[in-house]
């Protein structure tokens, strides 16, 4: 049974930073693809940043050069570095898994993950 906990989402002024946490348990899976994904009021769902387990990262054109993921494999931890943040960044942001041998070309889209957590709020 995966479980994810988000953590980390503040609120903050513009061309601040953040750092978001995924705390992930229970996936004994060694093929995957995680990421973040946001949703804003009135928006449509967004993908922001996925990460396979052969390490290859994609994002989404619009944190493109402000925002990173990256994980930790002994923590079992995905972490969303945030920079630069802008009003529009403004969102719920939640990290998602899905069991995968890479993560698709259409990963970023944002129905792609099958589990995520509950999210935590990010306000710019």
């Known amino acids: 049974h995966v479980q994810l906990v988000e953590s980390g989402g503040a609120s903050v002024q513009a061309g601040g930073s953040l750092r978001l946490s995924c705390q992930i348990s229970?996936?004994?899976?060694?093929?995957?693809?995680l990421g973040w994904f946001r949703e804003a009021p009135g928006k449509q769902r967004e993908g922001v940043a996925v990460?396979?387990?052969?390490?290859?990262?994609s994002y989404a054109e619009s944190v493109k050069g402000r925002f990173a993921i990256s994980q930790d494999n002994g923590k079992n931890t995905l972490y969303l570095q945030m920079d630069g943040l802008k009003p529009e960044d403004t969102a719920m942001y939640y990290c998602?898994?899905?069991?995968?041998?890479?993560?698709?070309?259409?990963?970023?889209?944002?129905?792609?993950?099958?589990?995520w957590g509950q999210g935590t709020q990010v306000t710019v």
């Open positions: 229970g996936y004994t899976y060694y093929r995957y693809c």
């Open positions: 990460i396979a387990s052969d390490g290859t990262i």
């Open positions: 998602g898994a899905r069991i995968a041998a890479s993560c698709a070309a259409d990963a970023l889209r944002g129905d792609y993950f099958t589990v």
